[in-house]
């Protein structure tokens, strides 16, 4: 008699920062679990891979203001839980001309949130970074205590290590190739042929969302998959200690045009992160991996901000990575709908700023995969229905940053 199949309660399909988070919440919840990976774990094919993401709760939306404010704390639990750091806490530096709206409503934002912030301008920035950021006339900085460093592989590691803790089932080299709705579950089927049964389905599978929405359900998502490139530069000699977050560097990001953003020196010493926000628009099978975008801008901007202490000639290391774009940049959370209801829920369109979020959006998928609601979270502005309003997606009130808002954290 042929052997009934293996029945969980969730099966989660992507095993990113987003799946991994979510197959930790899932499994501390009692469910059982199973997560699903199409490569190796810990794989740098997609956008949960390298050595820093930013936390920063400074954001022109003060949605994404809560949500940053409680992921920090989640991202704290867990480190507690497992037992190590993966979350290295600095100041948060955003600087920009003193008229960007973005940047108005980055102090608009703190002041909803009740966020301490600090402006500073051309003169004292200087006594408050020890004079190694230099700002241009009618340039201003907001400084906040919510900055800090997460290094991404260790932290998707971590959370899949804490799922399995809780019993969760972990299977890499799983491509799934097809999603069926299948009489109170979801039928899950992966290239190699085998079949896995759920009560419920989370799909958190990043620049591939796209293409696996479109062949279960014919729709088309507009997530557009992008290849980004980031940078590391040399401190110049004598210098590089003074980069560091035990000095009281702190994480940063300029709301000029392009925008720049940047990590202390931590992951390499000697050296600083300072990339740019943007890409070339591909598929994730037609990468280039190389880099994306002229870097001239990115060598001036480095030129005039640190002056003589970081060499802005060229970067010395380069790191390819994917993102995965909204037109507005917000998120795309929701139950997938049409024949699967509210048993498929989808987590993408991060938008290259989405991983210091892992930690509240792993509780959230969980939250509506289990309980049908979020109960404590507002997800308005991450409907799918948004694009069916508007193609746009939601409206900014600072369209002079809409393009480049955001980095990769």
Request: proline content about 5%; glycine content about 10%; overall charge negative.
């Amino acid at each position: 008699m042929e052997n009934p199949m293996e029945v969980f309660d969730v099966i989660v399909i992507g095993a990113g920062i987003m799946g991994s988070c979510t197959a930790y919440e899932a499994s501390k919840r009692n469910q059982k679990t199973l997560l699903l990976e199409q490569f190796d774990f810990l794989h740098h094919r997609g956008s949960s891979h390298g050595e820093s993401r930013t936390i920063r709760a400074t954001y022109p939306e003060e949605y994404y203001s809560k949500m940053a404010l409680k992921s920090e704390t989640l991202w704290r639990e867990a480190e507690e839980e497992i037992g190590y750091k993966v979350y290295f806490k600095t100041s948060q530096f955003d600087l920009g001309p003193k008229d960007k709206k973005a940047l108005q409503a980055v102090i608009s934002s703190c002041e909803k949130n009740s966020i301490s912030f600090r402006v500073v301008d051309r003169i004292s920035v200087l006594e408050e970074f020890g004079g190694l950021i230099n700002l241009p006339e009618n340039w201003v900085g907001v400084v906040t205590e919510y900055g800090g460093v997460v290094k991404p592989t260790k932290a998707v590691s971590m959370f899949q290590a804490l799922a399995l803790k809780n019993g969760a089932f972990l299977k890499d080299n799983m491509e799934v190739v097809e999603i069926k709705k299948d009489g109170r579950g979801v039928l899950v089927s992966v290239k190699s042929g085998e079949v896995f049964w759920g009560k419920k389905c989370v799909v958190t599978v990043g620049p591939w969302m796209q293409k696996l929405v479109k062949s279960v359900t014919g729709v088309v998502l507009p997530i557009q998959p992008l290849e980004t490139t980031v940078f590391y530069w040399k401190i110049n000699e004598g210098f590089e200690s003074k980069f560091t977050i035990e000095n009281g560097f702190p994480t940063f990001a300029s709301y000029g045009e392009p925008y720049i953003y940047g990590t202390p020196s931590l992951e390499f010493p000697g050296l600083i992160k300072i990339p740019m926000h943007g890409g070339r628009p591909c598929e994730p099978a037609d990468r280039t991996w190389v880099p994306t975008l002229p870097l001239d801008p990115l060598k001036q901007w480095i030129q005039e901000k640190f002056g003589g202490l970081v060499d802005s000639t060229k970067p010395v290391m380069m790191q390819s990575c994917m993102y995965s774009v909204t037109s507005d940049e917000d998120f795309v959370i929701d139950f997938l709908g049409g024949e699967f209801g509210k048993d498929v829920v989808i987590g993408g369109g991060f938008s290259g700023h989405g991983f210091k979020m892992g930690p509240i959006v792993g509780k959230i998928l969980a939250d509506l995969v289990m309980e049908g609601e979020a109960k404590d979270e507002e997800l308005m502005h991450f409907r799918i229905e948004r694009f069916e309003k508007n193609p746009k997606g939601n409206l900014k009130n600072f369209d002079d940053q809409l393009s480049s808002a955001h980095s990769l954290s």
